[in-house]
């Protein structure tokens, strides 16, 4: 706790995210599956990349895994497998990382933006079918933060239309949704393992995950320069693998997956205490049919940017995902959603920050956090 006569020179700081507890309780592990993958001198499409596959798909309880070189290609080649083209139309949320937006965009294909779902931050079923036209080909829901959208009722309103449903599972590997995981829950669904990320890879890396065979077998190719089998190329492709070395750490990684789920869960029941005095600000909503994995710690703050310059001046890491929705950033200033089209999205970035979150994060740390944000509104 900080007490009146500690300096701020005096003080830890507490960062949004560190990384380095996790590789000094793991790092030997590390260190010997990145060693047996350089005695083995086989890099790309091995046994480690096979492996990981199975295992995350076991992971969603589904029958395939595709492993490719990031979560932005993995959304870019789930769009084309599920038959997105140039002209098509995809809706997606706005509340999100441009990720999202972009791989739209890479095929020619339009986005079209529905509004969230205020309570979880989440796209809204009711918003999404509000957007369909002739022209839809696909819906993206994104798992914001790690905390599925509400499948029931969006998948009805996909069955309805028949559109296929694309999970961004960037932010959600390991959470539930009436009892199922994230990334079985639509047609094909998309994870990135980018170094910050619940499971996170010492680079750039990122997987898919369908119960369809043909969706399975038409990405093998398309990330692997089209080619059915070798040098019988059938469509154009991209060169988007999973590499050994990425996939023996994830390896490593997932083994430690719940355990660290688990403390990311306590984390948030213990902010969930220290905050709940403080009306001013609200504490992430957790319907009870699922599960969250809180890859990010995320409060709505009255005053928020005032409330951000606090903590950091007092050397508490903060940071807000996402201060400007996708539809009010200049690369979409042509689709159409002018400020004040999308509302919810837009309230939500202007109100939320995502406070210190991983693992490793100490009772007392979280302690002197809620207390500072305590003194900020004057309690
Ligand atoms: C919601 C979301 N979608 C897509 C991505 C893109 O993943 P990557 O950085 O692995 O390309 C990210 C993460 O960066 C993300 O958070």
Request: hydrophobic fraction near 40%; charge should be neutral; include cysteine.
């Amino acid at each position: 706790m900080s007490s009146p006569k500690q300096s701020v020179q005096d003080l830890q700081p507490i960062p949004q995210m560190d990384l380095s507890g996790q590789y000094a309780a793991i790092g030997a592990e590390i260190r010997d599956a990145v060693t047996s993958v350089l005695a083995s001198q086989h890099f790309v499409l091995g046994k480690e990349g096979a492996a990981l596959e199975q295992e995350i798909a076991q992971l969603c309880r589904v029958r395939h895994g595709i492993g490719v070189a990031s979560g932005t290609d993995a959304l870019i080649l789930a769009l084309r497998a599920v038959g997105v083209k140039a002209g098509d139309e995809v809706i997606l949320p706005p509340f999100t990382f441009v990720a999202t937006g972009s791989a739209v965009s890479a095929l020619g294909a339009r986005p079209k933006f529905a509004d969230i779902d205020p309570a979880t931050f989440n796209i809204s079923a009711a918003q999404i079918e509000k957007r369909i036209t002739p022209h839809t080909r696909a819906i993206v829901v994104v798992h914001l933060y790690g905390l599925a959208a509400d499948m029931d009722s969006i998948r009805e309103v996909a069955a309805k239309h028949r559109l296929p449903i694309v999970e961004d599972n960037a932010q959600a590997i390991g959470a539930t949704y009436k009892g199922r995981s994230t990334g079985s829950l639509g047609d094909i669904a998309c994870f990135s393992f980018y170094p910050t990320k619940n499971l996170g890879a010492y680079g750039d890396a990122g997987m898919i995950t369908t119960d369809s065979p043909e969706l399975d077998a038409r990405l093998r190719t398309l990330r692997n320069h089209g080619q059915a089998s070798r040098y019988n190329s059938v469509e154009p492709g991209w060169n988007s693998r999973l590499d050994e070395i990425q996939a023996a750490i994830l390896r490593v990684k997932l083994r430690h997956l719940k355990e660290w789920e688990r403390r990311r869960r306590a984390h948030a029941a213990q902010y969930a205490r220290l905050l709940a005095g403080i009306a001013e600000v609200q504490p992430p909503q957790v319907p009870s049919t699922r599960q969250h994995v809180f890859h990010q710690y995320t409060i709505r703050a009255q005053r928020r940017d005032e409330l951000q310059k606090f903590l950091s001046d007092r050397k508490i890491g903060n940071a807000v995902y996402y201060p400007v929705p996708l539809h009010l950033q200049p690369i979409y200033a042509n689709e159409g959603c002018p400020a004040g089209s999308l509302p919810e999205s837009e309230k939500a970035a202007a109100e939320v920050v995502s406070l210190p979150m991983f693992p490793e994060l100490r009772v007392e740390q979280m302690e002197r956090i809620s207390s500072v944000i305590a003194e900020f509104y004057g309690k």
